[in-house]
């Protein structure tokens, strides 16, 4: 089965969750580009797999061509536009298999798509993960934006894989075409990595962290996770407590620490840091010995108004400024929406991006617990 791809520009494709205000495409370049790729006589009849498809552009264009996917992401995010994207182009989203990174994987690959992600780390531990299911016959095409592709990138392909070339750049786009060899000697996927927790950060000094690949801060604790740390209470009587954007999970583990009777939620749009937060939690407290739910969303979605009594969180920073802070937004308002009358809100931010003022305007009052010349921890009461 299979016909020509149609190209991402031709298909109507928008993020997730669509913001009107933000104009920003769901597709680039390196989707294009491969797009071009795969109609110039690749092979679409065998068992597709992409991985790293950032809002489904990639696969909606091969669904549009009767072409059905296997894709592997780490996104929530991504997943639910992938979804919406199939049906905006009038393909059902059940026409695609849509797997996370955490899942088991099985049976062989014959064409492995990979639209390189942000973390080199997500892109090794993925190879990894595949590499059983590559053969020396599946045929391995990447893609990314010129700046996205690093020596370290075509190493890993190298590596774990096989021998690795690149295309031309195209509109600041580049191909990577690896050719399995299955006989080559290699070491072991180094992840998920585990840490202890330093001295001096509160109750959970001394604590070990589990990371998964692509995971915040994976090979150490991060500034201002530390900050958030030393000057969370060391004992509380909430009960209900949400880490919001938990990546590994650590400030949840503190929370579950100083309130011994709390049931905590832990949340995140990242499944390989759901999956952190998870084995962080098990790691302090043995399945059984403990009550804790870990969900990935996108971010306080799905709970009941009034059903939280404190919600943590280190809002993402990274990603672009526009989608940054909507994103923190959404939080916030999130949170308020979900903790009952006296419940509170508790962030930690760079000074500079300013969160001060969007929690006043939501909550009506907002405290500085505590401040450094970098860092700012906020507390905001729902009244
Ligand atoms: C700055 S990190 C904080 C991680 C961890 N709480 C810590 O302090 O080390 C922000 C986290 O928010 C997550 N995130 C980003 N967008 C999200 C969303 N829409 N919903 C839930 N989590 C999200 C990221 O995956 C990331 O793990």
């Keep these: 089965m299979g016909g020509t791809p149609v190209l991402p520009s031709e298909l109507a494709l928008t993020r997730f969750p669509a913001d009107p205000r933000e104009r920003l495409r769901a597709w680039d370049a390196a989707d294009e580009y491969l797009g071009r790729q795969l109609g110039e006589g690749v092979d679409l009849s065998g068992r597709v797999v992409v991985f790293g498809d950032r809002w489904g552009a990639i696969t909606t264009s091969l669904a549009a061509a009767g072409v059905r ?80 592709i690093h020596t370290s990138t075509l190493q890993a392909f190298e590596r774990i894989l096989g021998p690795t070339r690149t295309s031309l750049a ?72 949400v880490d919001l954007g938990c990546g590994n999970g650590v400030v949840g583990l503190a929370a579950a620490l100083a309130s011994p009777k709390a049931v905590l939620r832990f949340v995140d749009e990242s499944y390989q840091a759901v999956a952190s937060a998870r084995a ?76 001060h003022g969007k929690m006043k305007r939501l909550f009506g009052n907002c405290d500085v617990v505590a401040g450094s010349p970098k860092f700012v921890i906020l507390r905001a009461v729902r009244i």
């Design 69 to 148: 996917v296997t894709q592997i992401s780490d996104s929530y995010l991504g997943q639910q536009a992938t979804a919406e994207n199939l049906s905006r182009n009038g393909e059902s989203p059940a026409d695609a298999a849509l797997a996370t990174t955490v899942e088991d994987f099985s049976g062989p690959i014959d064409l492995l798509l990979v639209r390189v992600p942000k973390s080199l780390a997500l892109l090794e531990d993925q190879l990894w993960r595949l590499r059983p299911f590559v053969g020396p016959d599946t045929t391995v095409i990447g893609t990314g934006m010129v700046t996205e």
């Design 280 to 355: 962080t939690f098990a790691a302090t407290f043995p399945p059984g010995t403990r009550d804790a739910e870990f969900r990935a969303a996108d971010g306080m979605a799905g709970f009941e108004p009034g059903s939280v009594d404190l919600v943590l969180n280190n809002p993402p920073f990274h990603s672009h400024q526009a989608t940054t802070d909507a994103t923190a937004w959404r939080m916030f308002t999130g949170a308020r929406a979900a903790l009952r009358r006296g419940g509170e809100l508790w962030v930690v931010g760079n000074r500079h991006l300013g969160y």
């Design 170 to 241: 195209v509109r600041k786009a580049r191909l990577i075409f690896c050719s399995p060899d299955v006989g080559m000697a290699r070491t072991q996927n180094p992840w998920p990595l585990t840490y202890q927790l330093p001295d001096g950060i509160g109750v959970a000094s001394g604590h070990p962290v589990v990371n998964y690949a692509g995971t915040f801060s994976a090979d150490h604790l991060d500034i201002g996770t530390r900050f958030f740390l030393q000057h969370l209470p060391s004992r509380s009587d909430a009960a209900r407590i």
